[in-house]
């Protein structure tokens, strides 16, 4: 039985790990630590969980949290906290799986230009641990995750976008200049921490761009599909929150390269999706939408190619918070403990 | 392995037993039957299922479906169906558990008044059959469920009442006679077909009473409060519907009898409650809302006795689609094949 | 030109008046006061009004706001700011209409009371004015109105419990003890404020009861009740939250005395709402939802007797921040100022 | 005053119009026509408007429809109505709107092509009224629409994308081909009839592109920009929905010709947007939603030119039920009669 030490539980990236390791038959929670309800139960933060996960909050710092015995601590907490956290859980012979933008870079002059881009400290507080941190896009990385120390979870829009365009830029399918991803987020990817623009009345019929600027995210899904491709990629995106709650839904556009066809993309994503257990692909004229991904730890794209203006279109579809968040991190936690790497995910979510 | 048959695979309380049957360790989907999209697979109907439930959906009257081996035939399907369907299925020697009126009641008579009320043919098709059939509230009727051929699900609407009445009718905690039910549902309710009163633009910012009328609701329940009662109960039962998808709100009211305290009745809850694994109580000052069993077969109620005014309260959460339907089902099926009353039942749900 | 010197400029209550007041002929804006925002303008706070309402906010204490031309103050205001705010007002000859409960009771002593139940500091600030204070549920005070100098507008609940009850109570065909009211309101009765149970995640797919003690309600209910049956009314109030943004649903419930049938109660409502242009009755099957007053100065009852059960049972429908709030306020405006009770108030609202 | 006969008056974009002639001080209804509910009023329908609009429905055919005194018809209609109502209003002396695209195009030819992409009748019925028909962008062709008998009214997709990318072809600040057109719509784009993927069970938290070969709306988008830009513009366009119920926000992608600057297009959006009283310009770190422009007709662009990686990006957010259909036909409507344009369109919507 794989132990989990779950450092922020009580956000949305730990409630959802806590769920899906109450599915899992190897791996179990072992602690939870949060800076919020310490002392109390999870359950009491969150009272759907009562019965099911009734363990006691630690804090961060304390003797109880430190000594716990674990095997792999995972970090559900924002930019900052893994980075701080993760080499003394590694010198304790703990793996780490962090959530956030802490552990996806190799150097520390990357991560300096990424924290600089979100208005961090640049200076990363565990700059031996980036050159041997994997980047747990598992579908790319399998073999590095296997084998990591530590694990940088990719971002949720970062995973729509590499996902929807790997293939493509991978075979050279798409112009890998001029590339605009335009994403849509439902409002649980901001967390849980109330906001004006998340409040309820503010926000039920209510949609729009933010942080138009804000190329964080592009840093990783330049940098996966530049290594895709063996050649640079630059990335337009567009992020935008619309009234749903679960679910990402990317609309990716690029140029046709002469001679390439919708049939041609199609093969190439079915040649590698079918090989993948969480990935799907469907033509132009298959409905899909955000509800077939939710709650699920799975990635559908829609191959919509249009060949008369030469324009590469491909939608990709995942719920931010399995796929994009907690699944994703599971699956890598299975890879990194030799367990079947669909073991916990593969059940079916609840509609509707 | 118990063999199950599922009647009606393709609406929300079908898709919601296929959902619960892929967790269940000992039981499994035989055959799936409806009317709609015989011959294609229940996952063309339903994308989320693709990979999880990729069986071929059978006609009713075709032989495969009728010869299908089976241990128990779960009929999720609109009042009528049952009726006409189980006498074979019981021949056959499979056990029947219907999600509709048709085997709520134990006498031809009851069901003649209750197909009046809404407006069907007053003649059972299976007469003989209802005597002996059970009113599948588990809890209520646990024995008989165990020994039953056919068990006749309650209504959500009903559940969530009559779970939220029972101690107190039955130790005469409330005046028996004046009792208001006042009873929000979320949309999926009322089923999947589309109508215009459930159409996204007239439902997103709308709450409304209806059928108010409706009597059919309160015969179950008046028929359980007198059964534990011992005495009439008499109700008052008013549907109401707000747009939320997964959830009913139920507040009753009452009078209060000389001399019982708000203390009284919560001791009377928690020593009822507290031996079922499905029912909660909570005083008038723990948060709780509908999001807290959405998803989850759990029913709790809040005691918020107003004694300044002589008025009982109590307040009922539970998910219509879990405890209200599916989950209530397999909580029977597991009674009726003697596995452990939680199988299947007792996984978190997803939040938010 | 009535001239309207608007406290609270920037909450929903405030912003509400501002549109009310664009669409008033005979009334306009001289001042925008609020805490925040002094010194932008009210449509960089809310960018929908550009163009529509382009004035600069003021702070409450500032020479320009205090000696601003104004005939009338409306406070949109919580509870304790217009006590403070009024005598001054009231002395530089210009009316008051406050939003909250501090002009809501005509005597310190209740006040006290009222102000206990929230938690306030039970001293009111201008307990001079409380003597001649109109209590604005305009239908029921039109003559004080007219004359008043402050008017303590009624709370949004308290406007559909009333005006639901109030032929009920008037002509003796409810029990005037043991009333029960089971109030839903929509999201933005809870002000613009973000907090946990009103983030959109949280809220998207819940419905609960809250403030389960929190009689502060019931003594504006059970005063006016009492004052029109002319003997004492007492009523258990259950405020709940649904998802939706604008709306209460408001399900009251009594015990019919003897003799009182349907149709006498339809009649009675017919006689007394058929006088008032904002008042609507509806038999039981004529549907009715909250959509069909959201955005409008109505109140529309829906009658649903249970004869056989003995129960008394109306349907209140009201949009909180119109009838219930702004639009009430500016229809006690009109009173005051002999203007005609519905000018202003007169267009549909944008339906769905 | 104006007399306005309205055809389609059941559906949102009749009941729309309804709801701004209400506001109008210089046209009124004359007449409501529907195939549906004809012989009640359209507060039979719509209980909203009860009060507000009791007007008695009137069949197509009916004399009484026929010989109406009107000035103006709206046909408030799907496709294939307009184009065989128009000939005997316009013989009437009538002057006809029509929302749909019967009258967007000019000849019989490019209809042909249009009908056949949405699969009807490609010959239409009344071909002499194309050539002197106006495309009801106002803003593009006030003097094409002042003199015409016949209007036929944009897309609400067309409508935002076309302003919103006017400037950029008219002053040669985008790259005519390649053009990426991804645009999201609230429910009530698609009408109020009741659809499986409206139901709101199946809406309320799923986004999904849709009809990804649907080029009808392309035709005249590329057809206005192409006269802008004196030169063929081509144009992807990906359709999308969003669990929101009024609103678009489309966001439009193109390559940034050598030399043009964030600053330069600026400047061009400000020049020919500020002289026009509905548009809007904003610079990208000015934050906007299409909350702001709901139920409003007005439409907003943001411009995010991202030149890094030389992509020219404009946000357009519009209301697709006023701006997008009623509204701009009030304006049509306006400019007509020589009526100033804003007339009746100038109120602020209702916020939240």
Redesign the interface.
Known sequence: MIRVKLIGAGG?GG??M??LL??HPEASLSALVDVQGVGGKLSDM????????DQTILAPDSAEAKNIEADVVVCATPDGVGQTAAPAEISAGRKVIDYSGDYRFNSAELYREYAGRIGRDPVHKAPELLKESAYGLTELHRNEVKKARVVGNPGCFAMSCICGLWPAVQYGLIEL??I?C?C?T???GAG???????????????????R??G?QHVMEIERELSSLAGKPV???F?P?I??????I?S?L?G?LPAGVTHKRILEAYGDTFDKEPFL?VRN?????????????NRLIV?I?T?E????F?V?S?VDN?VKGQAGSALQNLNVMFGLPETMGL???????
């Open positions: 949305y409630i959802g806590v769920e109450m599915r969150w009272p759907y969980l009562r019965g099911h996960c200049q001029g605009c335009d849509k439902g409002v649980s849980k921490k109330p906001a004006p623009g998340l409040h309820f009345p503010e926000r039920y019929d209510n949609s729009n761009a933010y138009l600027t190329h630059s990335v337009t567009t935008q619309v009234p749903m709650v679960r679910g839904l609309t556009y140029r799907q132009y004229d298959e409905p899909v939408g955000t509800s077939d991904v939710r709650g699920s829609t919509a249009d008369r203006t030469g324009i279109r939608i579809h918070l593969d059940l079916p979510p609840q509609h509707p």
